[in-house]
Structure formats: structure tokens, C-alpha cells
């Protein structure tokens, strides 16, 4: 008795009752027989049990027998012919599927697989086959950490570092256990996962696996050229920034001090003294200097305005001054003729030619004159100390102007000095950090998912990447090495799992 599937039933059943193939006609079994195997198809797939049921021996030759009739014709007996099958073979698994494979294509954990089945069946006597897929059994399946995968109806198989032929001959074997029947697999990588860079290097980050790929491959996308030492090349770098950055600085303080000095001397043009034009524009640009000399005579126009202010000042007070002398002198001469008078008066009282009163009057224009020129001194004293204030301010404000301008000088010239000692360490440590192509000094560490665990170890940089690494960087330290080597979760080499 052969086993009873009810995919197959559907398959052979599909066929006979399309009465065609490709190659030619088929006889149809009596109805009686096909309602039959159809009530028993139903219940097996109502009561859902998987137990093999039994049915007569050559049922498929039974149902499906070629004959020479046409389509249309209705054959000449309904009588069943059967037909012998011949024993199925069991696929066959590859010599040395049993050990994993150290092929570069090898299924890696977290790998997207596409699994296509494919079921052959017989067609009665005459030998032919057809070959059909299964799309209940097919579909995209991604390896677990465990490094197995779940394949329907079988459940799950190893799958990681097993070659893409071991694993399709072991699907197929499963498969063909489950269905008892002639079973081809074919498994595809349509996605793996990125390998991830960590540590001193330019570019951290993921990049796609390529079949081959290697560390120091890994490396030079990640931005490290010919195995140098990244964090020695990012110091260069720095090193080199901060020399043009302290360069530029003794530059600009340079100039403001040539700036400063033309001020100094009431310049409007400032003197590259040791320097060619061309290199402080280059070093700071034009637009630099521009500014710098655009600055130095707005200071002088400044300067000019204010001492203009104070020139015009003294000159109205030395008006003001002259006026006031003037008026004095005038005062002085009516005072004068007013003496006179009052003299000559008082003798014409005396011989009672004029009255008191007249004397008295008098007396009155003469107090009168005596108080408008004490008034007059007191406005050419005022005048006079106005014109010695505003002296003493211009004198002060340009004292102040040169002591502030002989600070900035001062103080130019000690920033200089600091910024000219920090270039000077600077270019030291720049020679000092020449490039090398020697890697040696870089250490290499590989976190490689495995089934199960982490398992990471150092490597080099011919060392092939898997999907899924992820590589660390360091600058590495020989003492930190030795020991590292020494303890046993740390290998050289990655460990075959």
C-alpha cells in the first residue's frame, strides 16, 4: 500500500481531470473512482490529520493512463489499467556537508534566504514526468542567531556556514522524508547584513558586504589609507590646521601692530617694515589689509575732527577774549574822563557854583563805570581760564592717545611673541608626525556573530569579512597585546564553528 498525501491527490487529480497534457491524451478513471478519492481527499483535509492514509496499490497509474485518443473522443472502456512506480531515491547530500563551509559564499547569520521547491511527479506508464513548485513550501527565510532557519513542514534546519549546495541537498532530503516524493530545492542569498567599522577611524559606520572583502578593504572606505594609523593621521591633520591657524594669527597681530605704529606717527598708510604686501594678502587675504588701512585713517579723520573741535573752540574764546579787552579798554577811558569830571565838580561846589546834587550824580556814573569794569575783568578772567582748560584737555587727551597706542603696541607684541613660540612647537610637531604605511601598530578586533554567542578575536588586515562583523580599531599597544593573547577568549584566528 503507498502512502496517501493529499497534495499529491490534488496535483494528479488536477491533471486527470483536465483530460489534456502536453503530451498527448489521458484516460479518465471511472467516475465512481474519482468521487471516491475526492470524498476521501475532503475528509483528510477537514479532520486535518496528518496520518498517511492507504489506497490501492498504482493508484496514480490507476487514475492516469496515456492513451492514443484524441481530445474529444470518448474512450472505449472505463476499465482502470494499472501501472507499476518505480521506488524513489532519496536526494543525495554532497561529501563534506557535514563540516562547515569556509567557502566565501557560506550562509552567515542574519542572511535573507529564497527557497524555490520544485516536485516532480509521473504520468503513467510511458516514463514522462512533470515537474511543478510548490508555493506552499517556497519563500524568503532569514537565519537566526542560532544560525537555523524554519522551512515549512520540515521546521528548522542549520543553516549558517553551510554552503548554498549543501543546503539545498539538505532541504531537499527533508523535504522528500516529509513528502515521499522526488523534491528539488534551490536556496539563493537575496540580503545580507553590513559590516560595521568602530574605533580611530575617519568614517565609523556600515558598509555593504562584498564577497572577499577584507579589513584593510574595510579600512579605506572607512577613510584610512595604505594601513596608517588613523588616529596618528587625524593628529597630523590637526597639527597642520593649528600650524596655518597660529600662522595666520602672527600675521593678523603684525599687521594691527603696523596699524597701531602708522597711527602712532599720524600716518594713513600702514608700512609692511620685513614683509612684502603680497604675502600678508595671500596669508590674510586682501580684504584684510583693506580693512586694516580703512581703520587707520578713519582713526585719523577722528583725531582731526577733534582737534579741529578744540582748535575752533580756543580760536572763539581768543575772540571772545579780545572783545572783552576791547570793552576794558573802553571802560578804563570812561572811568578816566568820569574822574576828571567828578574832580572838577567838586571845585565848582566848593566855590557853590554847582549843587550837591549834581555832585552826587556824578559820583553815582563814576561807582557805575568802576562796577562794569570789575565786571569786565571778571568775564577776561573767565575767558582766559576756559582757553587754559580747553589747552589742558587737547594736552591730555593726546597724552592719553599715545599711552593707549603704546599699549596696543605693547600688547601686540607680547601676543606676537606667545602665538610665534606656540607656531614654532607646532612645526616642530609636525615634522615630528610623518606619514607611514606601517601597520603594526594598528589593532584589529572582530565581533563576528555566531550561533549562540559573540565570539570576538583579534585579526589582521588580509583577515576576510563576513556579514555582520564588526570591526574595532585601536592603535595598538605590544604589552596590552601579549597579555590579551595570553587569555583564552581572545584567538588570532577565527574559531571554526
Given amino acids: 500500500m503507498s502512502k496517501f498525501h493529499p497534495f499529491r491527490a490534488v496535483a494528479v487529480l488536477s491533471l486527470g481531470i483536465a483530460g489534456v497534457t502536453a503530451f498527448g491524451a489521458v484516460q479518465v478513471s471511472p467516475q465512481g473512482q474519482v468521487d471516491r478519492i475526492l470524498q476521501q481527499l475532503k475528509a483528510s483535509l477537514e479532520t486535518g490529520h496528518s496520518e498517511p492514509e492507504t489506497l490501492p496499490p498504482d493508484f496514480a497509474g490507476a487514475l492516469l493512463t496515456p492513451t492514443s485518443l484524441q481530445v474529444g473522443e470518448t474512450p472505449a472502456t472505463s476499465e482502470i489499467v494499472p501501472v507499476a512506480l518505480e521506488p524513489l531515491e532519496p536526494p543525495e547530500i554532497p561529501a563534506g556537508c557535514s563540516k562547515p563551509a569556509a567557502a566565501l559564499d557560506a550562509i552567515a547569520v542574519g542572511d535573507t534566504l529564497r527557497l524555490q521547491v520544485f516536485e516532480r511527479s509521473s504520468l503513467a506508464e510511458s516514463g514522462q514526468s512533470i515537474a511543478f513548485e510548490r508555493l506552499d513550501l517556497g519563500g524568503n527565510f532569514i537565519v537566526a542567531s542560532d544560525g537555523t532557519t524554519a522551512i515549512p513542514l520540515v521546521g528548522r534546519l542549520v543553516a549558517a556556514e553551510r554552503s548554498l549546495p549543501c543546503f539545498e541537498a539538505e ?30 577611524v575617519p568614517r565609523p559606520g556600515t558598509y555593504t558586504h562584498s564577497p572577499g572583502m577584507t579589513v584593510e578593504r574595510l579600512l579605506s572606505l572607512a577613510g584610512v589609507q595604505g594601513g596608517e594609523d588613523p588616529a596618528l593621521a587625524r593628529q597630523r591633520q590637526m597639527v597642520a590646521s593649528r600650524v596655518v591657524e597660529l600662522e595666520r594669527a602672527v600675521m593678523s597681530t603684525w599687521l594691527e601692530a603696523q596699524r597701531v605704529s602708522a597711527l602712532l606717527k599720524g600716518r594713513d598708510t600702514i608700512l609692511f617694515e620685513g614683509r612684502s604686501q603680497a604675502e600678508v ?217
Wanted: cysteine-free; aromatic content about 2%.
Fill in 171 to 200: 532541504v531537499a532530503r527533508a523535504l522528500f522524508d516529509e513528502l515521499n516524493s522526488s523534491v528539488q530545492a534551490t536556496v539563493g542569498i537575496t540580503a545580507r547584513q553590513p559590516v560595521i567599522v568602530e574605533g580611530t
Fill in 281 to 497: 594678502q595671500t596669508m590674510l587675504g586682501q580684504d584684510r589689509v583693506e580693512a586694516e588701512t580703512a581703520a587707520l585713517r578713519a582713526e585719523l579723520a577722528a583725531i582731526e575732527v577733534s582737534s579741529a573741535l578744540q582748535i575752533g573752540t580756543a580760536d572763539d574764546l581768543a575772540e571772545q577774549e579780545a572783545e572783552a579787552l576791547a570793552q576794558l579798554q573802553t571802560i578804563e577811558e570812561q572811568l578816566s574822563l568820569l574822574k576828571q569830571r567828578h574832580e572838577n565838580i567838586m571845585g565848582l561846589q566848593e566855590q557853590g557854583v554847582v549843587s550837591a546834587s549834581k555832585l552826587d550824580e556824578v559820583a553815582a556814573n563814576l561807582m557805575a563805570v568802576e562796577r562794569a569794569r570789575f565786571d569786565m575783568w571778571a568775564r577776561i578772567a573767565q575767558i582766559q581760564s576756559a582757553q587754559r582748560s580747553i589747552e589742558r584737555e587737547a594736552s591730555m587727551e593726546e597724552a592719553r592717545r599715545q599711552e593707549l597706542l603704546t599699549r596696543q603696541l605693547r600688547d601686540l607684541a607680547e601676543e606676537r611673541n606667545l602665538l610665534e613660540g606656540q607656531l614654532a612647537s607646532a612645526q616642530g610637531e609636525q615634522a615630528l608626525l610623518v606619514p607611514t604605511s606601517d601597520a603594526s601598530h594598528l589593532s584589529v578586533r572582530i565581533t563576528r556573530p555566531g550561533q549562540g554567542k559573540m565570539a570576538p578575536f583579534i585579526a589582521s588586515l588580509t583577515t576576510t569579512l563576513r556579514p555582520g562583523d564588526v570591526v574595532e580599531i585601536a592603535t595598538r599597544d605590544p604589552l596590552d597585546l601579549m597579555e590579551l593573547a595570553g587569555k583564552a577568549r581572545w584567538v588570532f584566528e577565527p574559531e571554526v564553528r
